[in-house]
């Protein structure tokens, strides 16, 4: 059974920074779409952030310029580098990996923006 284990998520003021991590129990080298999405209380889950099997990344507007997401291969982790958090920042946090005829999410890690 695929786990997807997320970690680094936790209560932070604004303005600091947490960086979370995706470890796969598979290898991720063929997975063409590695993302992080979010879902906060009341709201659909929305993307965040992705990057393909050959680097290029997508962020949503609210991330863009505050978040890094990076692959490594070797570790089979995927990272979310938030910086400059904000209170509406505040939810859980999923990642995701895909292709085609696979499609595998974590169970999700909290992050809490305090004002």
């Known amino acids: 059974q695929v786990q997807l284990v997320e970690s680094g998520g936790g209560l932070v003021q604004a303005g600091g920074s947490l960086r979370l991590s995706c470890a796969a129990s598979i290898s991720i080298f063929s997975f063409n779409h590695l993302g992080w999405y979010r879902q906060a209380p009341g709201k659909q889950r929305e993307a965040v952030a992705s990057i393909t099997g050959d680097g290029s990344t997508n962020y949503a507007d609210s991330a863009k310029g505050r978040f890094i997401i990076s692959r490594d291969n070797a570790k089979n982790t995927v990272y979310l580098q938030m910086n400059s958090l904000k209170p509406e920042d505040t939810a859980v946090y999923y990642c995701?990996?895909?292709?085609?005829?696979?499609?595998?999410w974590g169970q999700g890690t909290q992050v809490t923006v305090s004002s």
């Open positions: 995701r990996i895909y292709r085609i005829g696979f499609d595998y």
